[in-house]
């Protein structure tokens, strides 16, 4: 069985940052990507941004482009979301996916093209 598992959500201010990390265990398994999700309150779940397991290559959302940075640590199976500049409007539950190698959706940035969830990490920003 596989998990994911994020950590690193709380409450900052308009302004601060967080780094948000998402560490898979269990069953030893590859991804073809990993990519964050986050969904508020009354909204449909938003693609955040992901990375490519091969080649490290990235794609952000529009609205966390140049203040969102996403990477990965092979070696701990861990994909970590560095949050700077962060708005009230960030304010969400974040999620980690993972997507089954090896083939890659046309888009890959719908909850669909993802197999693996996790359980989710509330950020909040006060103004």
């Known amino acids: 069985q596989v998990q994911l598992v994020e950590s690193g959500g709380g409450l900052v201010q308009a302004g601060d940052s967080l780094r948000l990390s998402c560490a898979a265990s269990g069953r030893t398994f590859g991804s073809s990507a990993r990519a964050w999700f986050r969904q508020a309150p009354g909204k449909e779940r938003e693609f955040v941004a992901l990375?490519?397991?091969?080649?490290?290559?990235?794609v952000y959302g529009d609205s966390v482009k140049g203040r969102f940075t996403i990477s990965r640590d092979n070696a701990e199976n861990t994909v970590y979301l560095q949050m700077n500049s962060l708005k009230p409007e960030d304010t969400a539950v974040y999620y980690c996916?993972?997507?089954?190698?090896?083939?890659?959706?046309?888009?890959?940035?719908?909850?669909?093209?993802?197999?693996?969830w996790g359980q989710g990490t509330q950020v909040t920003v006060s103004s």
């Open positions: 990375i490519f397991w091969n080649g490290g290559s990235t």
């Open positions: 996916a993972a997507r089954r190698p090896p083939k890659l959706a046309a888009t890959m940035t719908r909850p669909a093209d993802y197999d693996y």
